[in-house]
């Protein structure tokens, strides 16, 4: 399976709501919006109860208040991993071989494809690894960013929140005893894409900038293929009829974050323990990493089997009470359909996926390619 290095570099970066920090990047966010992206652009704008965080290219970036923005000191590297990968198990794979050498990652899905995260710092490590399973073009490994990157041993922010604990996206220490659990999501969320970006604006604007009720998932990423919205079930109403396709809903695991400081190999083995057993199952699994988490996506009717298989491999998980659970049964999960009438996987162009009767123990996943 072929890996392309996108040639941008790009620099995480987390919005406070205090203090109307978020309304003074608004003009930035609402160019990146309005007006034609380019080719080379990656812009993803993720808002939850918790955080703004924003993942920037460095011309989009340049469009930005900085002193009103907490930024990563490191830049970044998306790997694409391909079209349709989820399905077959590509971000777990890719995840495994990055995590047996503790190299951070952070993994995103759009609607039509997955990108992996990576350190600049980390990149000629990562890529030496990734080429024992994938094909990759050596010819893009120069660094995209003008700034020299050094291997972080510590905190990766800097600016307004740049010492608060709750503010890290950084690569990590290389060693983690920090113990993963994962939660299950309040409400069901929808991943699709503007069909009609002009008759969608106004109601984008609306969700980037006046949240609507807790539980809030929403995320806007402008990327080489195209546009890809995340939003709740519900918020998928609130857009005039046909401005957006029809797509799938999505039940979220959530990675509980512990230590906020520490989202770097911690994260990468987060997002390697709950993906590798459930591409071995067949499952199609999507991505949404933040500064501060994770969320995995798995189709709403597959939940109960989804949990079931996690447990099975000993993949510890709390309601979103943060209650252990310990059988699908304690977990009151329910069946769930299409936002707008969509079918199979993402939206509908794939065929269905497979869910086995009988959660298998954890397999290596060579067989996979």
């Given at each position: 399976m072929?890996?392309?290095l996108l040639?941008?570099?790009i620099t995480a ?12 990047c608004?003009q930035?966010?609402m160019f ?19 955080e ?5 290219d460095?011309s989009?970036l ?6 009103h ?10 790997v694409?991993v391909?079209?349709?990968s ?15 050498l503790?190299?951070?990652?952070q993994?995103i899905?759009?609607f039509?494809?997955?990108?992996v995260?990576i ?18 073009d050596?010819?893009d ?5 003008t ?8 905190g990766?922010l800097q600016g307004?929140d740049?010492n608060?604990s709750s503010?890290?996206?950084?690569p990590?220490?290389?060693e983690s005893t920090?113990a ?18 002009t ?6 604007l609306?969700?980037m900038?006046?949240?609507?009720k ?14 890809s919205?995340?939003?709740?079930q519900?918020?998928y109403?609130?857009f ?6 029809d797509?799938n ?7 509980v974050n512990?230590s906020a ?8 083995q987060?997002?390697?323990?709950i993906?590798i057993?459930?591409?071995i ?19 709403a ?9 996690l447990?099975?491999n ?5 309601d979103s009470d943060?209650?252990e659970?310990e059988?699908p049964?304690?977990a ?7 936002a707008?009438?969509?079918s199979?996987?993402?939206?509908g162009?794939h ?9 298998y123990?954890l397999?290596?996943?060579?067989h996979l390619?």
């Amino acid at each position: 399976m072929p890996l392309s290095l996108l040639p941008v570099a790009i620099t995480a970066a987390r919005v406070s709501r205090e203090n109307g920090k978020v309304f003074k990047c608004a003009q930035s966010i609402m160019f990146l919006l309005l007006f034609p992206r380019k080719a080379d652009r990656f812009f993803c704008f993720t808002e939850t109860d918790n955080e703004i965080s924003l993942l920037l290219d460095e011309s989009s970036l340049s469009l930005f208040p900085k002193k009103h923005m907490t930024l990563s000191k490191h830049k970044y590297r998306a790997v694409s991993v391909g079209i349709g990968s989820s399905v077959q198990g590509g971000v777990a794979l890719v995840s495994s071989l990055l995590n047996a050498l503790s190299i951070p990652m952070q993994a995103i899905s759009t609607f039509d494809n997955d990108y992996v995260l990576i350190p600049e710092s980390f990149l000629p490590q990562a890529i030496q690894v990734l080429q024992k399973k994938f094909s990759i073009d050596s010819d893009d490994l120069a660094p995209a960013s003008t700034i020299i990157d050094t291997p972080a041993t510590g905190g990766d922010l800097q600016g307004d929140d740049a010492n608060d604990s709750s503010s890290g996206v950084s690569p990590a220490p290389e060693e983690s005893t920090i113990a993963n659990s994962f939660s299950l999501f309040r409400r069901k969320i929808t991943l699709t894409r503007p069909k009609d970006i002009t008759a969608a604006t106004s109601t984008l604007l609306r969700m980037m900038f006046f949240p609507q009720k807790p539980g809030w998932l929403f995320s806007y990423l402008d990327v080489a293929e195209g546009v890809s919205v995340v939003l709740t079930q519900d918020s998928y109403d609130m857009f005039p009829r046909g401005s957006l396709f029809d797509a799938n809903v999505w039940s979220v695991v959530q990675w509980v974050n512990k230590s906020a400081k520490i989202t770097g190999p911690s994260e990468t083995q987060a997002i390697c323990e709950i993906s590798i057993p459930l591409s071995i199952e067949g499952f199609d699994v999507l991505f949404l990493s933040s500064c501060n988490t994770t969320f995995t996506m798995v189709k709403a009717g597959k939940l109960y089997s989804a949990v079931a298989t996690l447990l099975y491999n000993r993949v510890h998980i709390v309601d979103s009470d943060m209650h252990e659970i310990e059988s699908p049964y304690c977990a009151r999960l329910e069946d769930g359909g299409t936002a707008g009438g969509g079918s199979d996987l993402r939206h509908g162009d794939h065929a269905a996926a497979r869910d086995g009767p009988e959660p298998y123990p954890l397999m290596m996943l060579g067989h996979l390619f």
